[in-house]
């Protein structure tokens, strides 16, 4: 097992799942049957000192309220509503301030976003560090979930947003979740897969291409950097929190003129061939590169 995506091949055709599941793991989300007509989405995330922040840079508030945001990308990649959440803090060499101002920062940015937090644990760690985690729920009509494998040959490849440079420029601890942005692309049937941008761009669309079984062709020219990035920014640095997704060719103009959520960007289409993705000659992008943050 060479890297994070071998492990999970691995690991989850083991995971046996009941009727209750409708959306097992491997997206964005799990979703569970709640009523007849809607799905309870489920997302567990963690922030870890010196893995996810600088231990001695990042403020507490920061820290917290990033960790309850990288979940609520989660549920926007699946153009659902976030409801509840529960939280668990474990930590060594923190005082009760600290702790506190974490737990304020996750239930500040939770109230922005009517989210409601309805429990957790806390506990120590045997040595220095911060090791938190949020597992978050919220709802999605059956008929509107958007998940990774609905990309068929000759949709159209968007992301929102600007991509690269998210660590010096302090995008990774202050981005806004794309909700909203979600909310419409599911509600009004335009995506037809869609993942959030959380380990770099080539990384994430590799999977996306996977689960649908498609080739991702970009234009590299066409993406869309953010202040101080280059084009291998934005391909591999990660932490973007953008949603990337495919809308049929036939419904991308319409989109474009109805988009009211700030940049939205053409970057590539979706044809048929072994997974991958590749320049708009052919040319593959994922060989012998980094293609963002693996564990």
């Avoid at 809607?38 to 870890?48: K, M, P």
Wanted: aromatic letters at 6%; a negative charge.
């Amino acid at each position: 097992m060479s890297n994070e995506l071998n492990f999970l091949k691995k690991l989850l055709p083991s995971l046996t799942q009941s009727d209750s599941v409708a959306v097992g793991p491997g997206d964005d989300c799990a979703a569970l049957n709640w009523d007849e007509n809607h799905l309870l989405l489920v997302a567990v995330d963690q922030l870890i000192g010196g893995v996810h922040f600088f231990r001695e840079t990042t403020t507490p508030k920061q820290a917290g309220r990033k960790l309850i945001c990288r979940n609520l990308s989660d549920i926007a990649a699946m153009g659902g509503s976030p409801l509840w959440a529960l939280l668990t803090v474990a930590t060594a060499g923190r005082n009760a301030d600290w702790i506190l101002n974490f737990c304020h920062g996750v239930s500040e940015c939770a109230a922005q976003y009517g989210v409601s937090i309805v429990g957790g644990d806390t506990a120590s760690l045997p040595a220095p560090g911060e090791v938190t985690t949020l597992t978050i729920m919220g709802i999605i009509e059956r008929d509107n979930i958007v998940r990774r494998n609905g990309a068929k040959p000759n949709d159209v490849l968007f992301v929102t947003g600007t991509l690269g440079n998210s660590l010096k420029s302090g995008h990774h601890l202050n981005f806004t979740p794309r909700l909203a942005e979600g909310r419409f692309l599911s509600q009004n049937y335009y995506a037809t897969a869609m993942i959030d941008l959380s380990d770099g761009l080539l990384l994430d669309a590799r999977r996306l291409a996977e689960a649908s079984d498609v080739r991702f062709a970009l234009d590299v020219n066409a993406l869309p950097l953010r202040a101080g990035a280059n084009q291998n920014n934005a391909l591999a640095d990660g932490e973007d929190y953008e949603l990337l997704f495919t809308v049929p060719h036939d419904r991308a103009d319409h989109l474009e003129r109805e988009w009211k959520f700030g940049k939205l960007t053409r970057i590539g289409i979706a044809q048929s061939g072994t997974p991958d993705i590749c320049e708009m000659n052919g040319k593959s992008l994922t060989a012998n590169r980094k293609c963002g943050y693996e564990h």
